[in-house]
């Protein structure tokens, strides 16, 4: 049952969806319809489990675990926080309810003291403070379940990680682990097992009547740096009851504070609004000066694209008329015909005539004379 159970909470857990006790249930029964054939007694095991899930789905302890809370386990430990067991009595639990609530709570502090560790201990780091721990952690209750429980781990093997334990007790019948690892024992004043509570204050048998005739505000105190116990007296201060004038003063100046308050809030709110406004209003400027710069960038290179286009323009224009000049010139002035002129020379080449061979040479010598 145990194995089986474990497997379903690894799977819920794991799922949003079956994170509620609608979606247990709906996971145990396609468990126990997929799995009938390879667990035996698989039925059985599975009616067990869901008996006893009941006692927190639909028992006293639902207005606990069947609620959403924002409260998470890890700020538990980080804050001042009282937590009352007896409103779980009041809503019709029993005392193992309560015990069963208190071990979880204390199953994650035992958790976080572990991971701390006893490593760099700098003093206490945490305290909690059990009140009538004779019903959380009696004597007899490790011989019921042959198991410690989690108050009696704390106060065996936490006390080096920074974990102080402060017990409230109104019996004696508490585990004797707990008392043999208390490093400070208070006794007030008891008619009940005074043999058992000499022992634990290191006093003679002889003197155990002091226990007895203790006065109100006085208390015997065993510490571990002194060998015998010795006697606390705290003064008794009388309460005096206040009086309807004194009430009415009172009154009259908390009234006078909270106006000051109010004058001196709505002040600073005065002030935060102006500030607020100088501040929007300066980033504003800001933005309408980035605005106006990034504008004068964009007319800038609107203006440098107009001119790149004008001038290469120009430049095609100016390359152009350079092309038909120097077809010009090489038409009129030609090296290779020594300036002759290129059209004439060209019908000549294309007239392949014979007769006329001998006027174009004639022709030559004529003009090579004339620039001699």
């Known amino acids: 049952m145990e194995k089986v159970l474990v497997d379903i909470l690894t799977k819920v857990c794991a799922n949003k969806r079956f994170q509620n006790w609608e979606g247990f249930f709906e996971y145990c029964k396609g468990y126990a319809k997929n799995r009938q054939n390879e667990i035996p007694m698989l039925k059985q095991t599975m009616i067990s489990i869901t008996n006893r899930i009941r006692r927190f789905s639909l028992g006293s302890l639902k207005a606990v675990f069947g609620t959403e809370h924002k409260i998470k386990t890890k700020d538990l430990f980080n804050r001042n926080i009282l937590i009352d067991l007896s409103s779980i009595i009041r809503l019709g639990g029993e005392k193992r309810d309560t015990l069963f609530f208190l071990n979880m709570v204390l199953k994650y502090l035992w958790d976080k003291n572990l991971t701390r560790g006893a490593h760099n201990f700098k003093g206490i780091k945490h305290v909690t403070i059990i009140e009538d721990i004779q019903y959380f952690a009696p004597k007899d209750l490790t011989r019921q379940n042959k198991l410690t429980s989690y108050l009696e781990d704390i106060a065996l093997l936490q006390r080096g990680t920074g974990e102080c334990l402060i017990s409230l007790a109104t019996h004696s019948n508490i585990s004797e682990d707990i008392l043999a690892n208390c490093g400070v024992l208070v006794c007030f004043k008891t008619y009940v097992e005074k043999e058992f509570l000499c022992k634990l204050l290191n006093l003679d048998e002889e003197n155990e009547d002091y226990l007895s005739i203790l ?158």
């Open 215 to 372: 006065e109100e505000g006085q208390c015997l105190v065993r510490v571990n740096s002194i060998k015998r116990p010795f006697l606390l007296s705290v003064p008794l201060i009388q309460r005096k009851w206040l009086e309807n004038s004194e009430i009415d003063k009172n009154n009259d100046l908390i009234i006078e504070k909270l106006d000051k308050l109010t004058s001196e809030n709505k002040k600073n709110k005065d002030k935060r609004d102006s500030y607020s406004l100088k501040n929007s209003i300066k980033k504003n400027k800001n933005k309408l000066k980035k605005c106006g710069e990034n504008l004068m960038k964009i007319k800038e290179k609107i203006k440098q694209k107009q001119d790149s286009e004008s001038s290469y323009n120009y430049s095609i224009n100016l390359e152009e008329i350079e092309d038909i000049e120097l077809q010009q010139y090489e038409t009129e002035n030609n090296p290779k015909n020594n300036n002759i002129n290129k059209q004439s020379l060209n019908i000549e080449q294309n007239n392949n005539s014979f007769d006329k061979l001998e006027e174009f040479i004639n022709k030559l010598y004529v003009e090579q004379q004339k620039k001699k």
